[in-house]
């Protein structure tokens, strides 16, 4: 169980530029959450703080009981797994399986544990076949999945996602949402960093926009898109879905339609 | 008028097994607005590339079939000389960029075609006004958000006065308000400059909205043509094969027949056929 805390978090990269102002947040074990905004809002310099890859320039942040501060990224890394929005930037093994296997043998597994959580998490990801393959011989899809799978093997509590769903066809995106839903009965905590507001509207249970540095809205996703000011201010534009239920009545002031097959049911 | 004509065109980059196009054919009349949709791999950019010449002439693969572009033969002329006519975007921007200020990047393209001094300030402040990027001049391309290094690369081909864009997955790496500036651009290009836009794109919803012509790519043969009121509503049930998504007001109308008065494909028409 790890409970991540964010209290007063400021951050000014070496330039000078303040990127996250002023933020408290608390999430617990199990949450799905999502974190919103446009580029530049300081919505990736906020979660790179939870696994240490940025620390505080004012303020703390907890995982655990561990103060990020006092903590380096490989300690932190064990409880809160990244994954990069270009698998490009997390790569670097010369096959699948070395990839898979690096994490694991970093965190000291043995290597029987390490050799089933290899073969468990390759079926997982469609990625068996391709063990013995340099991953960058793999199209973008699937070089995306060892990123993710890579990751997941080792089996954090938290689980950071940043955009996973840009570049991805349909079915890309189809693979990465199921993963999600596994990870959530797993009761993992899954923070996704994202554009992709079905993903957002469907698969989360609580969003953090971010804006110009600060967190304007903690909120539901229902929440989050029938709150009129914040979607302007951001320039967020609710599921099509969202907006149809909206227009003709079917939902109401406070409250939206979040997925086609809640607007079947309610129409 | 059509500008842009293909007849069984068959694409296989060389050292590769497999076709990335296999007989394609398609014609697409001046002022078009052509959405091509599909899966990776179905072979949406290299259509695409093969539009503006760069495959076989820069991207060496063997061409088999017909295509013409503007009159043109593209793999038989220059890929630069074309780009004058066929202005291209690609999915990220930052590598198209080179120069050290705004005007420098939309000259560039034209020095190179040796257009006169007094026509090039004009062109680049005809196309930097038509991309909402005025008062940019002198601004570096690598300090401006990605919706405006997209929409300044736009104004790099506009410059160049083309009659078609190729657009490739133009809005994939962009956040919201950069969708929404390059989208808004792109339809004022099409609806009022009547340029001819041939798109990749996966956002089903905004193709919708602007398409004349949707065309679906499986494994490099297009399996579906025809408006977008005509295609989504017969794929609702094969999305998963097809690897495209439908719009959401179109999978709830197919799912309620009996509420709406036609299946609809954007959110306006949906509105409007609900039968309340």
Redesign the interface.
């Known amino acids: 169980m790890t409970e991540l805390k964010v209290e007063n978090l400021k951050h000014v990269y070496p330039n000078g530029v303040t990127a996250v102002n002023g933020v408290n947040v608390s999430i617990s074990q199990g949450e799905q959450i999502s974190v919103v905004g ?3 809002s300081g919505k990736t310099t906020l979660v790179k703080h939870w696994n240490g890859l940025l620390k505080p320039t004012d303020g703390k942040v907890f995982v655990g009981d561990l103060d990020t501060h006092e903590h380096s990224v490989n300690v932190l890394a064990r409880t809160v797994g990244y994954v990069f929005q270009n698998p490009n930037h997390q790569i670097f093994a010369a096959s699948v399986k070395d990839e898979l296997e690096f994490g694991l043998k970093n965190i000291g597994l043995p290597e029987d544990e390490i050799n089933t959580r290899v073969e468990h998490i390759s079926e997982e990801f469609g990625l068996t076949e391709f063990l013995e393959v340099n991953p960058y011989r793999l ?3 699937l070089r995306k999945s060892v990123g993710m799978a890579s990751i997941i093997a080792m089996e954090p509590d938290v689980i950071i996602l940043d955009e996973p769903t ?7 995106i ?1 693979a990465i949402r199921a993963s999600i839903k596994k990870l959530k009965e797993q009761g993992k905590t899954v923070i996704v960093v994202s ?1 992709d507001m ?1 993903l957002v509207a469907e698969d989360t249970n609580r969003v953090l926009v971010m804006c110009e540095t600060e967190l304007i809205f903690d909120g539901s996703p229902s929440e989050l898109f029938a709150t009129e000011s914040i979607l302007k201010r951001t ?3 609710p ?3 969202t ?2 239920m909206h ?3 079917k939902s109401s002031a406070s409250e939206s339609i979040l997925s ?1 097959s809640e ?2 049911d309610k ?1 | 008028m059509s500008v842009i004509k293909v007849e069984n065109l068959t694409v296989q980059y060389t050292g590769e097994e497999h076709k990335a196009l296999d007989g394609v054919s398609l014609e697409i009349n001046k002022g078009e607005f052509v959405a091509i949709l599909g899966a990776h791999g179905a072979g949406k950019t290299t259509l695409c590339l093969s539009l503006n010449g760069i495959v076989p002439n820069m991207i060496s693969a063997d061409m088999y079939g017909m295509i013409e572009v503007l009159g043109e033969i593209p793999p038989k002329i220059p890929v630069r000389q074309l780009a004058a006519k066929v202005g291209s975007i690609f999915d990220n921007p930052e590598f198209q960029m080179s120069q050290l200020t705004v005007f420098e990047e939309v000259a560039l393209g034209l020095q190179n075609l040796g257009v006169d001094k007094v026509t090039i300030e004009k062109n680049i402040k005809e196309s930097l006004k038509l991309v909402g990027l005025e008062g940019f001049e002198e601004r570096s391309p690598f300090e401006i958000s990605g919706g405006q290094q997209q929409r300044l690369a736009m104004a790099s081909a506009l410059a160049m006065k083309p009659e078609i864009l190729i657009l490739d997955e133009p809005t994939s790496n962009l956040d919201p308000i950069g969708k929404e500036e390059v989208f808004s651009v792109t339809r004022s290009l099409n609806r009022e400059e009547g340029l001819t836009v041939v798109i990749a794109e996966h956002e089903v919803e905004v193709i919708s909205e602007f398409a004349d012509q949707v065309v679906f790519l499986e494994n490099g043969k297009i399996i579906e043509k025809g408006t977008p009121s005509e295609i989504f509503p017969t794929i609702v049930d094969r999305q998963e094969l097809v690897g495209v998504r439908v719009p959401q007001v179109t999978e709830l109308a197919s799912n309620k027949r009996n509420l709406f008065k036609t299946i609809p494909v954007t959110l306006s028409q949906a509105v409007e056929s609900y039968k309340s």
């Open positions: 446009q580029n530049g199209g973008f899809s840009t570049g991805q066809d349909y079915l890309g189809k554009h079905p320039n967020l534009l599921p099509q879905i907006s149809f227009k003709i009545g086609v607007a079947i129409i």
